[in-house]
C-alpha cells in the first residue's frame, strides 16, 4: 500500500510539471505571436501597403537553424478557398534576444514573400514545387533579400545575419551563406545602390550569388 501511495504521489507530480511545461510553452508561443504580429502590422503599413494584413495568419515552429518563414495555406490552395498567407515564427528568436532591427528586417524579407504569394495565380504558384531545388532556393530567397533592401531594410539585414550566424549550428552557416546575402554582400549592394539605384531592377531579373557576381554587374 505504501509503494502504491508513492508512486500515485509521484504520477500526480508528474502529471503536474507537464502540464506546467505544457502551459509555459503555450505562453511563450503566444507571446511570440503576439510581437511577431505587432511587427508585421508596423512593417506592413510602412513599407507594404500592397499587403493586406487580414489575410495573414501567424503561427509558431521549432527548428534550431530558422527563425521565421513565409508559407501559402496549402489547405486554401488545393481547396479553392480565399487565399491566406502563413508567417511562422521560432518563438526561440526572442529568447534568444535577436536585435529588434534584425527581427523588422528578416519579417520584411518574410512579407516580400507574401507579396509574391498575393502577385501570383494559383496555377503559377504551382511553380513553388521547385524550391526543392537548391538553385531555385536560393534565386528565391535572394530576390526576398533584395525587396527588403530596396524598401530600406538592409541595415537590419545585416544585423540579423551577424547575429544568426552565431546562433545556430556552424555546419549551417554555409547554406546560409549561399540562400542569402551575407553582411558583406549586402553592405557592397547598399554602397552601389546609393549612386545607382536602379540596379536593383537589374539583380531582380538576375540574382546575384555572391560577391563577385555583384562587382561583376556593374562593370
Known sequence: MQRLI????????????VNYTKAQINDENQKAIDRTQQI??????????EIKLKKIKIKT????????KARVSYTRFLTFQKMRHIVYVNPKVFQLNAPLEGIRAILAHELAHVLYYTEKNRLELLGLVRLTSESFITKFERKADLEAIQRGYGEG????RKWLYQNIPQN??????????SPEEIELILEITK????????WQKKVPKNLYEIKKSIE
Open 6 to 17: 508513492v508512486y500515485l504521489g509521484l504520477m500526480v507530480f508528474v502529471l503536474s510539471f
Open 40 to 49: 508585421i502590422n508596423e512593417i506592413a503599413q510602412k513599407s507594404y501597403p
Open 61 to 68: 515552429f521549432s527548428s534550431n537553424s530558422n527563425f521565421f
Open 157 to 160: 539585414l545585416i544585423e540579423y
Open 172 to 181: 549551417n552557416v554555409e547554406s546560409k551563406k549561399r540562400d542569402y546575402f
Open 195 to 202: 549612386e545607382k539605384p536602379k540596379m536593383f531592377d537589374s
